[in-house]
């Protein structure tokens, strides 16, 4: 298991680092963009389908998971009206006018971030952690190639960049800190709240699959593939090295087993 600390910088400087490139690389070349976005979507993918999926419908008792996915497929439809694509690299200088800030795509990519963050209090997601990781590198970037283009000075561009990095550890430590305090238990919604980030994970790796090719350039297509496969053999190296999913179950069987031993006891 990670710990807090790991898992808040790798989530923060995934993002912050990745949107303050912005101003240190040149923003017409996005062949490599392209390449990231098409390993980040197969990786996503990946997990999703081997462990996110796998883990809900074992763990969750709740018969209307599905529900809960579907919801957090067309919740992601919903916000991407706001963000235009920014979550999974889009940078069209078009989505709104020159000068403006843009903050139907602030706000939509920030709570999309914080929703992703919360089911990470769960103590089974190791996979999860570098798939939001890898998959806020280009919308990180996406966004400050955006905020480029308006008025706000470099300091101000750098404070968004860092309020859009912070999101997701947000999540991830609000959550924390309800299932382990008194505010209620929360680890009795973290099913629901991984079927929302799956239906979320569906909807955006899938178009980031389908959308991150070129149609013109053949040699980067086969680049693509490439960043693709590279992408699901990480997935399943993750499954077939005995990742952390398969710990969890062990986890909570010993204790359901140790409970058993304490009735007999008394």
């Given at each position: 298991?990670?710990?807090?600390?790991?898992?808040?910088?790798?989530?923060?400087?995934?993002?912050?680092?990745?949107?303050?490139?912005?101003?240190?690389?040149?923003?017409?070349?996005?062949?490599?963009?392209?390449?990231i976005?098409?390993?980040?979507?197969?990786?996503?993918?990946?997990?999703t389908?081997?462990?996110l999926?796998?883990?809900v419908?074992?763990?969750?008792?709740?018969?209307?998971?599905?529900?809960?996915?579907?919801?957090?497929?067309?919740?992601?439809?919903?916000?991407?009206?706001?963000?235009?694509?920014i979550?999974?690299?889009?940078?069209?200088?078009?989505?709104?006018?020159?000068?403006l800030?843009?903050?139907?795509?602030?706000?939509?990519?920030?709570?999309?971030?914080?929703?992703?963050?919360?089911?990470?209090?769960?103590?089974?997601?190791?996979?999860?952690?570098?798939?939001?990781?890898i998959?806020?590198?280009?919308?990180?970037?996406?966004?400050?190639?955006?905020?480029?283009?308006?008025?706000?000075?470099?300091?101000?561009?750098?404070?968004?960049?860092?309020?859009?990095a912070?999101?997701?550890?947000?999540?991830?430590?609000?959550?924390?800190?309800?299932?382990?305090?008194?505010?209620?238990?929360?680890?009795?919604?973290?099913?629901?709240?991984?079927?929302?980030?799956i239906?979320?994970?569906?909807?955006?790796?899938?178009?980031?699959?389908?959308?991150?090719?070129?149609?013109?350039?053949?040699?980067?297509?086969?680049?693509?593939?490439?960043?693709?496969?590279?992408?699901?053999?990480?997935?399943?190296?993750?499954?077939?090295l005995?990742?952390?999913?398969?710990?969890?179950?062990?986890?909570?069987?010993?204790?359901?087993?140790?409970?058993?031993?304490?009735?007999?006891t008394?």
């Open positions: 298991m990670m710990s807090t600390f790991t898992i808040v910088s790798i989530l923060f400087l995934s993002a912050f680092l990745s949107g303050a490139a912005v101003f240190f690389v040149k923003r017409d070349n996005t062949n490599l963009l392209k390449l976005l098409a390993f980040s979507g197969a990786y996503l993918f990946t997990i389908v081997l462990h999926i796998p883990h419908y074992h763990s969750g008792s709740n018969a209307t998971i599905g529900l809960w996915v579907l919801g957090g497929f067309l919740f992601q439809i919903v916000l991407e009206q706001f963000s235009h694509g979550e999974h690299g889009h940078v069209h200088q078009s989505h709104g006018t020159t000068g800030f843009p903050l139907g795509i602030m706000i939509s990519l920030c709570l999309h971030a914080f929703i992703e963050g919360m089911p990470l209090a769960s103590n089974h997601q190791n996979e999860l952690v570098f798939g939001i990781a998959h806020h590198i280009p919308a990180a970037f996406a966004l400050a190639s955006l905020l480029v283009n308006t008025q706000l000075s470099k300091q101000k561009i750098y404070l968004m960049i860092f309020v859009f912070a999101m997701t550890p947000a999540g991830y430590l609000l959550s924390k800190g309800i299932s382990s305090g008194n505010m209620g238990n929360i680890e009795q919604h973290f099913d629901k709240m991984m079927a929302v980030v239906g979320i994970f569906l909807h955006i790796s899938t178009t980031i699959l389908f959308e991150s090719g070129s149609q013109n350039h053949h040699h980067f297509n086969r680049n693509k593939m490439i960043a693709v496969m590279v992408g699901v053999l990480i997935g399943l190296a993750s499954l077939l005995g990742g952390s999913h398969d710990h969890s179950h062990g986890s909570h069987d010993h204790n359901h087993d140790h409970g058993h031993h304490e009735g007999h008394h």
